[in-house]
């Protein structure tokens, strides 16, 4: 018998309602390489849209999956039609994790008495979604610097490894106890594990301008009525976006200059293994 065929393998469903940047390479974060032997993962999703009909379309298929384990991907899980979803897959025996950039504090309390796991990016920004400003290339662009910016400051360190903790609890039968956060950019920096602190406080500095474009954002697309305005009002978010993405660059460059970087590789059972240097071998705890 091969090593792969001694491996129970967790099932993960991901379920993607609409879009935000930390679900992007979710399914990726949690296998870099492709070759975890303890899991598996099938990704469902919407699409762009969170009209009724594509979500539950979504969620109908979702729910014809064998899974261990669930996580909604989704804008504001606090709005009628995503959380409509989320409780129905919450009614069932599987543990539920959602993951968003707003929740409103009475839907937290309501994850908290049902039980169901959240984590609540608040860097994770609203695009400046208006017709005379946005076409595909600049959502294109948008993404990839948000995603930068996650994905260096911490954020993403925080998503892959709490949801390893699941996955452990789940493997050795133990009491699951899911994770409940609301991601600031003071939490995620510290989680990104910088060495050198002038990198942390860049890292800092960009999730608070991205949390800021959420703001700038919706302003945008919601409030702001003039033409003339909203247009210069989401091209501001957008440029905010580019120097918060360069921030993060800036910080992962310091890291890079000392030959500090932290990688943290899963290894083929699922571990998270660690090391600093760039051509020393990766340890687990």
Do not use: W
Request: proline share 3%.
């Amino acid at each position: 018998m091969s090593k792969k065929d001694k491996i129970y393998r967790i099932k993960i469903g991901i379920l993607k309602l609409g879009n935000i940047a930390s679900s992007v390479l979710l399914e990726m974060l949690l296998d870099e390489r492709a070759d975890r032997l303890d899991i598996d993962i099938r990704t469902i999703s919407s699409g762009a849209k969170l009209e009724k009909e594509s979500i539950n379309d979504a969620f109908s298929i979702s729910t014809t999956l064998d899974k261990d384990l669930l996580i909604i991907a989704t804008p504001n899980a606090s709005l009628a039609n995503p959380m409509e979803v989320i409780l129905q897959a919450a009614s069932g025996t599987k543990p539920v994790i959602v993951l968003t950039d707003i929740l409103k504090k009475e839907s937290i309390e309501v994850f908290k008495e049902k039980g169901i796991g959240y984590f609540v990016v608040k860097s994770d920004a609203m695009i400046g979604a208006r017709r005379e400003f946005l076409d595909p290339i600049e959502m294109a662009i948008f993404n990839a610097d948000l995603l930068k910016v996650l994905a260096i400051s911490g954020v993403f360190n925080i998503l892959y490894q709490e949801i390893d903790k699941v996955i452990s609890q789940i493997k050795k039968n133990k009491k699951i106890i899911l994770p409940q956060f609301i991601i600031t950019p003071t939490i995620a920096s510290k989680k990104a594990g910088f060495a050198n602190p002038y990198a942390e406080t860049k890292a800092r500095a960009a999730l608070i301008i991205a949390q800021r474009v959420a703001a700038i954002n919706t302003e945008g697309c919601f409030k702001i009525k003039d033409r003339l305005d909203y247009i210069a009002q989401v091209a501001t978010g957008h440029e905010m976006m580019r120097n918060a993405a360069k921030l993060a660059d800036e910080a992962r460059e310091i890291e890079k200059s000392n030959n500090k970087v932290r990688r943290q590789p899963h290894s083929y059972e699922g571990d998270v293994q660690d090391k600093r240097l760039l051509t020393e071998k990766p340890s687990s705890n």
